[in-house]
């Protein structure tokens, strides 16, 4: 059930259509995709792109959470642990110049 824009109906689609305008050059991708063969029609490749979006954020979201939080919370409980960015900047300098 999804909300239609008006205060007192709801429809009951599960599907929602779109009008989009790409690149010439992501135009040519999504055609491309649909030529090979690995897609029927423009709406799978759009939908298989979303999808793509909505794993790739979920990914940072857990990231940020498990890793960045937590590292955060680290320092917070012991900044003697912290490493000043200086020191980080300069580490990965020197690792590129190598």
Known sequence: ???NGSKETWDMRTTQQFSITLPLDM???V???IRSGGY???S???RDGVRALIERDTAIE???REEVVA???EYLEDPSKGVPADAVLNRT???RAA
């Open 1 to 3: 059930m999804r909300y």
């Open 27 to 29: 135009a040519e991708v």
């Open 71 to 73: 590292g955060h919370q």
């Open 62 to 64: 857990r990231w940020l």
């Open 31 to 33: 055609a491309d995709k």
């Open 93 to 95: 300098k020197s690792r």
């Open 44 to 46: 799978e490749v759009v």
């Open 40 to 42: 029927a029609s423009v």
